[in-house]
């Protein structure tokens, strides 16, 4: 029995995300090595007004949550369009 199109494209998305997160795993640890390194080969400096700037981590908490509003904005718009279209489809069915 063939698989239906849904199944088969739910397989190939886990198995993209199985690779990709392979391929995370890999690049965080590469930069883990190499800023140990960097941190422990260079002098301590200071920065000015650098208690004023956020840290990186903070910077990237705000972007993704903006990204997560925005994409639960776009997902609850295609819903209601392709609701729309499934209504007038069932309205010109009957």
Same mark, same amino acid.
């Given at each position: 029995?063939?698989?239906?199109?849904?199944?088969?494209?739910?397989?190939?998305?886990?198995?993209?995300?199985?690779?990709?997160?392979?391929?995370?795993?890999?690049?965080?640890?590469?930069?883990?090595?190499?800023?140990?390194?960097?941190?422990?080969? /260079?002098?301590?400096?200071?920065?000015?007004?650098?208690?004023?700037?956020?840290?990186?981590?903070? /910077?990237?908490?705000?972007?993704?949550?903006?990204?997560?509003?925005?994409?639960?904005?776009?997902?609850?718009?295609?819903?209601?369009?392709?609701?729309?279209?499934?209504?007038?489809?069932?309205?010109?069915?009957?």
């Amino acid at each position: 029995m063939p698989m239906p199109v849904l199944d088969s494209v739910r397989e190939m998305q886990d198995r993209t995300l199985e690779q990709m997160k392979t391929a995370q795993e890999q690049f965080v640890s590469m930069n883990e090595r190499v800023a140990e390194a960097w941190l422990n080969a /260079m002098p301590a400096i200071s920065s000015p007004f650098a208690e004023y700037l956020p840290k990186p981590t903070e /910077m990237i908490d705000a972007y993704y949550n903006f990204l997560g509003q925005l994409h639960e904005a776009n997902k609850d718009c295609a819903a209601r369009v392709a609701s729309a279209w499934e209504r007038a489809s069932e309205d010109a069915k009957a």
